[in-house]
Each structure stands twice: as structure tokens, then as C-alpha cells.
């Protein structure tokens, strides 16, 4: 299964983007789904996570209230809506699947990986 992450740009604070990240294969639509993102000299970290469901979700504390994960199977194609953008959100973000029974919080746990995405936010 590949991934291919898409939606990145340039936007002002305060602007929103939204990040989609399509699969080559339906068989993801068993898989736990989440964006990552990285800044330059900064650990990778979660951003957002949905189970294969797009029941349970998960968001970082940075981002709570203003991102917005979602997920449609049909489609194999997982969505990161992002309002009220902060120039603090500027990163490399990264779409990422997970094969197992509940969510999981560390990129180290993902096996299937997007190409980076970049997303700046000027001040």
C-alpha cells in the first residue's frame, strides 16, 4: 500500500489548509490512520489520529480545537482540516497507517508512510 499526501502550501496565520492523504489500495481501510508532523530540528510528533472506524479520534494538545481529522473508506482517503493556523504549525507533515486494535500515539508504531507534505504559516 502506498500513500499520497497532498494539499500543502503557504497560507497566513490564521488561514486554514487542508491536508488529504489517499491510498493506492482500499485495504487500508482497515488500518488506524494519523498525521505526524516535523519541524526542522524537532522530534516527529502526532498530530492527529483516527481509527479505521473514524470513530475514535485523536488530537495533539497544540492542535486541539483547531484541526480536524477525518476519514472517508470509500474513497481511501484520509483528510487533515486545519483552521486558525499558527506560524507554530509550520512543519513537514506526514500521513501514516497502523495495523493494530487501537490507536497508537508514537510514529515509531506506523509502518506505512506518506511523502512529506510541507505546510508554512507566516506571521
Known amino acids: 500500500v502506498q500513500l499520497q499526501a497532498s494539499g500543502g502550501g503557504l497560507v497566513q496565520a490564521g488561514g486554514s489548509l487542508r491536508l488529504s492523504c489517499a491510498a493506492s489500495e482500499s485495504t487500508i481501510n482497515a488500518y488506524n490512520m494519523a498525521w505526524f508532523r516535523q519541524a526542522p530540528g524537532k522530534e516527529r510528533e502526532l498530530v492527529a489520529g483516527i481509527g479505521w472506524r473514524g470513530v475514535t479520534k485523536y488530537y495533539g494538545d497544540s492542535v486541539k480545537g483547531r484541526f480536524t481529522i477525518s476519514r472517508d473508506n470509500a474513497k481511501s482517503t484520509v483528510y487533515l482540516q486545519m483552521d486558525s493556523l499558527k506560524p507554530e504549525d509550520t512543519a513537514v507533515y506526514f500521513c501514516?497507517?497502523?495495523?493494530?486494535?487501537?490507536?497508537?500515539?508514537?510514529?515509531?508504531?506506523?509502518?506505512?508512510w506518506g511523502q512529506g507534505s510541507q505546510v508554512t504559516v507566516s506571521s
Open positions: 501514516a497507517a497502523d495495523h493494530y486494535y487501537t490507536l497508537r500515539y508514537h510514529y515509531i508504531e506506523y509502518t506505512i
